[in-house]
C-alpha cells in the first residue's frame, strides 16, 4: 500500500499526542468508560493502552476506503503492545529504570515504528490467514477490557509508582 509521507507522519504525530492525552484522561474523568482508553495507574499493562488505542484510530483513519488496507495495521499493532511490554519490562523492571524521557522515548520508538513497518508490506492481503491480526486484535482489546476490570496479581500488572519495580540481581 501506498501512503503519502506527510498523511503518515502528521496521522503519526497526532496519534502520538492522543496517546499522551489518554494518559491523563483518568485522572481528569475517572470512571469505567475512561478506565477502558487510559491506564488507571502506572503499571505496564495499563500503558500498552497509549499504543492499542491511537494506533487502531490512525490505521482505521488511514485505511477508509482501502479495501484489505487495514490487514497489515492490525498484524503490527500486537506486535507492538508486545514490544511495548518487554522494552518497559526491561527498563523499569530489570534495570529499575525511572527516568520518564526513557518511558517517552521508548513510546514515541515503538509508535514511529508502528507507522513504519505497515507500509512495507505488500498486497493483496486476501485469505484466511489475514483474519488472524483481525482476531488477534478483538482478543487484545477484550484482555485490555477485561484486565482493566479485574488485574490479576504480579508485577506487570502492579502500580510501578507506588511499589518500585527493581528486581534484584543475583550475585
Not at 63 to 79: A, D, E, S
Request: aromatic share 14%.
Amino acid at each position: 500500500m501506498i501512503y503519502p509521507k506527510r498523511q503518515l507522519i502528521l496521522t503519526c504525530a497526532a496519534a502520538i499526542l492522543a496517546g499522551c492525552a489518554l494518559h491523563f484522561l483518568y485522572q481528569w474523568m475517572p470512571n469505567a468508560v475512561t478506565a477502558l482508553f487510559s491506564p488507571v495507574n502506572e503499571s505496564l499493562w495499563e500503558h500498552i493502552k497509549l499504543v492499542f488505542w491511537p494506533y487502531l484510530g490512525a490505521a482505521l483513519f488511514l485505511n477508509q476506503g482501502r479495501p484489505g488496507g487495514i490487514r497489515p495495521w492490525l498484524l503490527v499493532l500486537p506486535l507492538l503492545c508486545a514490544l511495548t511490554l518487554a522494552l518497559g519490562w526491561v527498563y523499569n523492571v530489570m534495570l529499575g529504570g525511572e527516568a520518564m524521557w526513557v518511558d517517552i522515548a521508548i513510546y514515541v520508538l515503538v509508535m514511529v515504528l508502528g507507522f513504519w513497518l505497515p507500509p512495507r508490506f505488500s498486497g493483496p492481503f486476501k485469505g484466511a490467514k489475514w483474519l488472524l491480526p483481525v482476531l488477534v486484535t478483538v482478543l487484545l482489546a477484550g484482555l485490555i477490557a477485561w484486565f482493566t476490570l479485574y488485574p490479576p496479581k504480579g508485577l506487570l500488572f502492579r502500580d510501578l509508582a507506588t511499589v518500585g519495580a527493581w528486581l534484584p540481581l543475583p550475585c
